[in-house]
């Protein structure tokens, strides 16, 4: 049976001994997020902070550390085992997620009083973004922010609306500034249909909507579809939406906070700067559209879960880097595939992971990589994404090992690296190779400066080195004997081809 | 200087070093290369017969494609003395220090530690590797006596019969003796030969006898048929040069032979001494994270470090390091920008001094090399696509690492990861991290009370 919500995630994660509940007093400002940092770097336990200082919080709410962090050797492993797909293997890990996003469930709607959402319903100038304990993430940040949230708007195009992941940094009671960048789906609908109207656009941002929906609001679905039938494909069964009090948007019942509000035409505030998931302070400070807020329910003693971004980078993992390799990554895939092309596995670069992909694929035609290519970067790669590294259809792009090869061994600087256009392409303001200057602060949230994409042809010309020696019996009695001796057994993992991994 | 077994010792007390009995199959050979793969400790093959004991990954083992405690370059440091957890630049030091030019020479002797023995080489059960006939000698140090001194290289090879060993070695060493002529071999030797031989091996260096060299006064030595050898050698043999053969297409190589030119030998192997208890160092080869890359990587990163800080009058290289994971087809180097411009001037100095890679990684000098994840993001997220990815004309002499299709000449790629100088200071981005983003007294309470808090990892891990 999979999870149906945030906390029956976190009884997982109890479960699994991941977890460690810590009742001192623990501050909002830069102490539980030092300490999830510090979770995150070493590996830890997921924190949860049952008893968080606070001056002005009327509610008894406690917040979580980068809950959905996977392990840094298998970051898919607490998702694999909320959902029941195998763990011991990343690739098979994906398939298992693809074959479920084939077959989405639509979502159910249930009465108010069987929605634990609605434990406390406050409206109008009783509902205060201040009675929670927002953290403080970064020294420097602008402010407070609300970093694992998923926005929920409308969708003409689907009944359930249009489901995706946007911060929010807190300004007062009843005001935040959502970071919408131009390029999405949500963000383009504010930009260019409700704020030219002069419209403003209704939205509900919810807080522990549970890891099927958070890792939905990750991908990229095709329109006509909302991400949260997928997010039932993926469970097994229909989400479980509850009516909003102010709104006609549908919300997670089990959500752990639901903040109801509208997103103001031609109004902003500041948002930024924020230590961000290049692993960077990103500036500078950026103007960025108006939530208000009209209504605020949540459940009895909610928890809050929040990501510290930037820990995400080099080694480490959190919240942000493990939704792309365990979420992003399968439905990219899926997604390739569908579009037609012959890909095997695309996963991100674990290093930086909105940044970088690494797809295998067959050279199957002439020109496929920049044909694949050139698909992503103008559909879901526009803005996060700089650089695609193709490999070998059966390199594991989970492997870091098998791609550092393949870029240091087959990719030829004379022909195999490929810029799509010299600063042609749109921008996120939050990439730091650009000066502040460059990124400016534009109406729609990318940069005023554009920037180049390229692609690097990494796979090799049939003279790759030999992995391993001895046929695949010895190989195995090799691990046995190894694991005997004190090696743990997934030391072994990453394999450094697909097959081997499955 | 740390005797082979020593140098093993201080592997088991750091809980570097995993014991298992040799098995009858699969090889040793099978085994060493699953455990490069799984980035594991050293193994030690123990044996209750009469079979000598092999040890793969003493010089290496693991890679930084993860995060780790244990980096490329621990076990070499340690086998060089240097410390427990030996600083990278330390260890790249004391490479480049052991083949310095002495003035005077300061030979230590002492009598050898291994004693003659009746059995023959192939009695000595080295590993065969699978679908092989022969078992395979490798890590070896062959020492060649002339009047003015001794001189060492790595050597490897196949035993094809009881006393007869087909050998390979550089080229250069071959001007110092003839058919007929005895050399010795020694292994088990300290790190300090081994990284020596490897060193001036690859930096043509071995027209100089060993004792005017640093290495010649660390490492006490012991003559033989052949040169000196360190006394400590768990095994060496002595040999007479056989009939040059012929090379073969399927002759395994060392790396260290991927940079110079090697020729092939025939040994008859005259005399045999042994250790009580004897263990050699082992390397499977042409798999990933193999102790003959990793010495030759070090080897070479000890060379351009040495050179790119002996070249501007300053010394502006923080380290530079050759990732394993990559056999050594890219440079990354850490650096403090004198300039607008270094970067290239400096990219282009390290195309000058090899010719192994293509691609150079240019990071900024509070980079760490025990943190190589950050730089693996750094250089996509600190280079700009468009103006920090440089590429030369295809009119450069081709790269020797890389495995691509080539014609005579192709292209560099230098990648800028760095600040540009030019940028005022409001530009750069402070690094999010435990440092930067969080005041010192709040480091210290946490870590005060990590384990209170239920946190059984270390915090002060890497």
């Known amino acids: 049976m999979s999870v149906d919500s945030f906390r029956a995630f976190l009884d997982v994660l109890e479960n699994n001994d991941a977890v460690t509940r810590i009742t001192d007093d623990v501050s909002w400002d830069l102490e539980a997020s030092a300490v999830t940092m510090q979770a995150n770097e070493t590996d830890g336990r997921v924190p949860i902070f049952e008893s968080v200082r606070t001056r002005e919080s009327a509610v008894d709410a406690r917040l979580v550390g980068d809950p959905y962090r996977g392990p840094q050797q298998r970051p898919w ?41 609605k434990d406390v319903v406050r409206t109008g100038a009783d509902a205060s973004l201040l009675e929670f304990p927002w953290p403080y993430i970064h020294r420097g940040d602008g402010g407070r922010y609300a970093t694992l949230a998923t926005l929920v708007a409308p969708d003409p195009n689907s009944e359930w609306g249009s489901w995706s992941r946007h911060r929010a940094m807190i300004h007062d009671s009843s005001q935040a500034s959502l970071l919408l960048l131009a390029g999405e789906q949500v963000p383009n609908r504010y930009y260019f249909e409700y704020e030219p109207a002069d419209k403003p656009m209704p939205v509900a941002l919810t807080i522990g909507a549970g890891p099927a929906i958070e890792s939905t609001a990750e991908m990229w679905i095709p329109v006509g579809r909302s991400e949260v ?155 996060h994404i700089d650089f695609f590294v193709f490999v070998d259809s059966d390199v594991n792009p989970l492997s870091p090992r098998a791609v550092i090869e393949a870029i240091a061994l087959h990719a030829d600087p004379a022909t195999d690296f490929h810029q799509f256009g010299v600063e042609r392409m749109p921008k996120v303001p939050l990439n730091i190779y650009q000066t502040p200057d460059e990124k400016g602060s534009v109406d729609v949230g990318t940069s005023r400066t554009k920037t180049s994409k390229a692609y690097i042809d990494a796979c090799s010309d049939d003279s790759r080195p030999p992995q391993s020696i001895g046929d695949r019996d010895a190989r195995r009695r090799a691990r046995e004997l190894l694991t005997q001796a004190g090696v743990p057994e997934q030391a072994f993992e990453p394999p450094h081809t697909i097959e081997s991994g499955r | 200087m740390t005797a082979f077994r020593s140098h093993l010792e201080f592997l088991r007390k750091t809980d570097d070093l995993r014991s298992l009995e040799r098995p009858e199959t699969p090889s040793p050979q099978v085994i060493a290369g699953e455990g490069l793969r799984a980035d594991c400790s050293a193994v030690r093959f123990s044996t209750d017969d009469s079979r000598i004991e092999l ?226 160092p082992f390397t499977p080869l042409d798999v990933p994270l193999t102790d003959d890359l990793q010495l030759v990587g070090l080897a070479l990163a000890a060379t351009l470090y040495d050179r790119a800080n002996s070249y501007w009058g300053v010394a502006p290289v923080e380290w530079l390091l050759l990732p394993a994971a990559g056999r050594l087809g890219l440079c990354v180097v850490s650096t403090e920008m004198l300039y607008a ?80 100088p030019r940028w005022d200071e409001e530009y750069i981005a402070p690094r999010v991290s435990l440092t930067e983003s969080y005041p010192p007294n709040l480091r210290a309470a946490i870590r005060g009370s990590w384990a209170e808090f239920g946190f059984d990892t270390d915090p002060d891990s890497p």
């Open chain 1, 77 to 117: 492993e607490w998702f694999g085992r909320a959902f029941g797909f195998p763990i011991d293997s990343g690739p098979v890990y994906y398939e298992g997620v693809i074959e479920r996003l084939r077959d989405p469930i639509e979502p159910r709607t249930v009465p108010a009083n069987e929605a634990p959402c």
């Open chain 1, 229 to 383: 039938s997928f997010a039932g494909g993926l469970r097994t069964s229909p989400a479980e939406l509850v009516e909003c009090e102010t709104n006609d948007l549908r919300v997670p019942a089990s959500a752990e906070v639901v903040i109801e509000g509208r997103v103001l035409p031609n109004e902003r505030l500041d948002e930024g700067p924020f230590g961000d998931y290049f692993g960077y302070m990103n500036g500078p400070r950026r103007s960025m559209p108006v939530l208000e807020v009209d209504a605020i329910t949540h459940r009895s003693e909610p928890y809050v879960p929040f990501c510290v971004e930037g820990t995400g980078v080099g080694y480490g993992e959190n919240s942000t880097s493990t939704f792309a390799t365990a979420a992003g990554g399968p439905d990219a895939t899926l997604g390739l595939r569908i579009a037609g092309f012959d890909v095997e596995l695309a996963a991100p670069w674990p290093y930086t992971s909105r940044t970088v992909w690494v797809i295998a694929t067959d050279r199957s035609y002439p020109g496929v990589l920049h044909e694949l290519a050139n698909f992503i970067f103008t559909t879901w790669g526009m803005l």
């Open chain 2, 55 to 280: 040890v793969n990954g003493a010089y290496g083992g693991v890679d930084q494609s993860s995060r780790g405690d244990r980096y490329p370059w621990s076990r070499l440091g340690l086998g060089l003395g240097i410390d427990r957890d030996p600083d990278y630049v330390d260890v790249l030091e004391r490479i480049a220090r052991l083949g310095d030019r002495i003035e005077t020479r300061d030979v230590t002797y002492v009598e050898r530690a291994a004693t003659a023995t009746d059995r023959t080489v192939r009695e000595l059960g080295f590993p065969t590797p699978p679908d092989e006939t022969w078992p395979r000698v490798t890590l070896g140090l062959i020492s060649v006596g002339a009047n003015d001194g001794s001189y060492w290289a790595p050597i490897h090879g196949t035993v094809i019969d009881d006393n007869t060993v087909r050998a390979r070695v550089p080229e250069a060493i071959t001007d110092r003796f003839d058919r007929g002529d005895v050399v010795s071999v020694a292994l088990g030797v300290p790190s300090e030969a081994l990284a020596a031989a490897y060193f001036l091996t690859i930096t043509d260096r071995l027209s100089t006898p060993i004792e005017d060299r640093d290495v010649g006064s660390t490492v006490p030595v012991i003559p033989t048929g052949g040169g000196v050898v360190p006394s400590s050698a768990e095994i060496v043999f002595e040999a007479e040069i056989s009939d040059p053969q012929p090379d073969t297409r399927a002759e395994k190589r060392e790396f260290w032979e991927r940079l110079v030119d090697a020729t092939t030998l025939t040994l008859d192997v005259n005399s045999v001494f042994v250790r009580d208890d004897a263990v050699v």
């Open chain 2, 341 to 420: 411009g270094f970067e290239w001037q400096l990219s282009n100095f390290l195309f000058s001094f090899s010719d192994c890679y293509d691609t150079v990684v240019v990071v900024d000098d509070e980079a760490s090399p025990r943190d190589l994840g950050q730089v693996f993001a750094d250089v996509w997220v600190k280079a700009h696509p468009s103006r920090d990815w440089l590429f030369s004309e295809a009119d450069a002499p081709v790269a020797r690492l890389p495995t691509y299709g080539r014609g005579e000449t192709g292209a560099r790629l230098y990648v800028n990861a760095t600040w540009d």
